[in-house]
């Protein structure tokens, strides 16, 4: 099975672009902190520099983790997908399903295994831009010499590697658990548990903040982590929350979109699962950039007003969470748009029998840009409440007001990325898929 | 406001319910260009049940998309219940065919994330025709699907999934409806079934059925078959038995290899 896993890796490049990518990225950004440790770990380097190099890549580090975690399973879980069509073949040859989840675990190592490698050099050079951050600052003493050893490379093949594994055997063996042509419908109880975990975690994240001294300078740790959690739970609970939510929405929607209406309120709420790939991104990247962006202006209002002058570990600590904000907002992009390009794609066949059944180009069109809004304002507004929920208890801990002062504009901004990706992917892809002549969509099954 | 008015009213019946006049369909250009269609002219009387038969190649397929407003004849007019279908936009053509022609494939073509009564009413709905439930399940009814309306595609058989795609093929009461292999992927029994529904829509309801396909007991069905053979066609057989369905495609298919062959010689000398 392995000759097969890289035949298809070889012959098939585009397919594996995306999780390629995401590999890339999530190797770069861990090597790149985790440098830090090997740099710390060097002989005669003092205590304080140590610490701080420490701290800033554990933190990002966790971040790294489970953003790399979810881009890949994201990116994956659409390639397995796509896919359906030759790993039925393969069934239908005489492949097992531990055949074809070793074909696509393996696939999925030589590619994380590949972007890792090419992520060395950009890493390396990001561990020095960030030592020299450091030391700009005055954090880091002047005369320590950037290192890149067995913690960069460890956690960068470790992390990735992992995360490309465990996402690809959950992916495959949704794929292959189901017979060829059932219905998956349930498995919804482990997803549920998962979810209201997660949000049980975020919850005490975010509650700990109240327990927490208010000058602390780790208190911005808990509501940040307690919002991420809280989001994660958000987009696995997503689902079968919109599913219901449209059950009651779809007589309006039919009312006043049509049959445009008519038709996406039914594909969405009989489309969970492949919902849950779009909707994560998304509530992700609201929930964590709102929640980051608003929190570190709080703290940094803060620290002016107490009267105290900046000191480089509070600059440290904003140059850091914008880095952090950027390499979430990335990442999400590259998720958001791949789980919907995809997914889209995907769907050629559907397009080409609605057009078949009588809707115009246009109706078409309709429908996907309502799914469209209908996806971005839940991802929008669970992410959101999210966000304030990790917003909320630190601004009350850290200042005396209940809500931060921060106008909206940061917020909006953030709305307007992810609607503007959101629309954008959806509408381009389904335009570009609507080119096939409807006859041709329904029968071609790749 | 006229146009308003057309639309109300189910469009009226004409005695011809499709007409081709000298329809001609090229694919691909230069040395490598293949006429799947040369000069095809026919017509179908309304309440008609034909089946257009020929060997792998002969421009069946084309000859269906063409006439359903699926392609676009490159020559030559196509006249559905007497109207010409326009040259316009694919929007334009699309609006046309769910007003005057209904279809059945061999893949179904159902949406899987509608139910048996929601995939029927479709067509109406993407018309902005109001979808009256009454008349929807009266036909599934008919179809022998009455009491499985809240089904999902994937939880029915083949033969129940083809049968709920002549539910919607008549819903809109078409001018023509057009079958392409509609027991390609069907069992015997299932396959006698449909044909037989097929049949009864056209002797009941007096609907029009155009029937492509391979099979010469499927045709036999039908009142008339035409065949075709390299893009033409090559006669027709009134009141058709399997048999002499399965004979004349024999002959027919003597005929094209022996034309293929007189081409070779012909490019050698």
């Avoid at chain 1, 990002?60 to 397995?80: H, M, Q, R, W």
């Avoid at chain 1, 073949?89 to 070793?102: F, K, M, W």
């Avoid at chain 1, 000191?311 to 748009?337: H, P």
């Avoid at chain 2, 396959?191 to 036999?220: I, K, M, Q």
Wanted: charge should be positive.
């Amino acid at each position: 099975m392995l000759f097969l896993a890289l035949r298809s890796v070889r012959k098939r490049p585009g397919r594996f672009l995306a999780t390629l990518l995401s590999a890339f990225l999530g190797a770069v950004v861990i090597m790149t902190f985790s440098s830090l440790h090997d740099t710390a770990a060097a002989p005669g380097v003092d205590a304080v520099s140590s610490e701080s190099m420490t701290i800033s890549a554990g933190v990002v580090g966790g971040y790294g983790s489970l953003l790399v975690f979810f881009a890949i399973a994201s990116t994956l879980t659409v390639s397995v997908r796509q896919r359906a069509e030759e790993i039925h073949l393969l069934r239908c040859t005489g492949a097992t399903p531990a055949q074809i989840t070793r074909m696509v675990v393996g696939e999925s190592a030589v590619v994380a295994l590949a972007g890792t490698l090419l992520a060395i050099g950009p890493a390396v050079l990001g561990g020095r831009l960030l030592l020299d951050l450091f030391k700009d600052s005055g954090q880091v003493a002047a005369r320590i010499e950037p290192a890149f050893g067995a913690m960069a490379l460890g956690s960068g093949f470790g992390i990735t590697l992992l995360a490309s594994v465990g996402a690809a055997f959950l992916a495959v063996r949704r794929a292959t658990r189901a017979p060829s042509g059932a219905r998956k419908r349930s498995r919804g109880r482990g997803r549920t548990l998962a979810g209201c975990a997660a949000l049980v975690a975020g919850a005490g994240g975010v509650l700990t903040t109240y327990a927490v001294d208010s000058t602390e300078e780790m208190l911005m740790a808990f509501p940040a982590y307690g919002a991420i959690l809280l989001s994660v739970g958000f987009a696995v609970l997503a689902p079968s929350l919109l599913g219901r939510m449209l059950q009651l929405l779809s007589r309006p929607l039919a009312a006043v979109g049509g049959a445009g209406g008519y038709l996406g309120a039914r594909n969405l709420r009989r489309r969970g699962a492949e919902l849950a790939g779009i909707l994560m991104p998304m509530i992700i990247f609201t929930g964590m950039a709102t929640a980051t962006l608003y929190i570190q202006g709080v703290e940094s209002d803060w620290v002016t007003s107490s009267g105290l002058d900046k000191t480089v570990d509070d600059k440290n600590l904003e140059t850091l969470n914008l880095v952090v904000v950027g390499i979430i907002v990335v990442f999400s992009c590259i998720m958001l748009v791949n789980s919907l390009y995809a997914a889209t794609s995907y769907r050629r066949r559907e397009f080409g029998q609605q057009r078949l059944a009588g809707a115009t180009p246009g109706q078409v069109l309709g429908v996907v840009g309502l799914e469209a809004v209908i996806l971005t304002l839940t991802g929008l507004f669970l992410g959101t409440v999210a966000g304030i929920a990790g917003i909320i208890p630190f601004t009350t801990v850290r200042t005396d007001q209940v809500v931060p002062d921060q106008g909206p504009a940061t917020w909006l901004a953030i709305m307007a990325v992810a609607t503007v990706v959101t629309l954008g992917t959806s509408l381009g892809t389904a335009r570009r898929t609507l080119r096939t002549p409807a006859v041709d969509a329904v029968t071609v099954a790749a | 406001m006229a146009m308003f008015d057309r639309k109300r009213q189910p469009p009226s019946r004409t005695a011809e319910a499709l007409r081709l006049e000298s329809v001609t369909k090229v694919y691909g250009t230069g040395d490598g260009a293949v006429t799947a269609l040369d000069g095809v002219t026919l017509s179908l009387p309304t309440g008609s049940f034909t089946a257009v038969m020929g060997p792998s190649g002969s421009g069946k397929s084309t000859l269906l998309q063409c006439a359903a407003g699926l392609d676009r004849a490159d020559q030559g007019r196509i006249l559905v219940d007497g109207e010409e279908m326009g040259g316009g936009s694919e929007a334009a053509l699309t609006k046309f065919r769910r007003q005057r022609i209904g279809f059945i494939f061999q893949q179904y073509n159902l949406l899987p994330t509608l139910t048996v009564e929601e995939n029927t009413s479709l067509p109406l709905r993407l018309a902005g025709r109001r979808a009256d439930p009454e008349r929807v399940r009266a036909i599934l009814t008919q179809v022998g699907l009455g009491r499985r309306l809240g089904h999902l595609p994937d939880q029915l058989s083949g033969g129940q999934r083809q049968r709920v795609a002549i539910a919607r093929a008549l819903v809109t009461r078409p001018g023509v409806v057009f079958a392409d292999e509609p027991t390609g992927a069907l069992d015997t029994r299932s396959a006698r079934d449909v044909l037989g529904l097929l049949r009864e829509t056209v002797r009941v309801h007096g609907s029009t059925v155009v029937l492509v396909t391979h099979d010469p007991v499927a045709a036999s069905y039908a009142d008339t078959v035409l065949f075709l053979a390299d893009g033409r066609l090559a006669g027709s057989l009134p009141a058709p038995t399997a048999e002499a369905v399965a004979e004349r495609m024999t002959h027919l298919g003597d005929r094209v290899a022996a034309r293929h062959v007189d081409d070779s010689s012909l490019m050698e000398v």
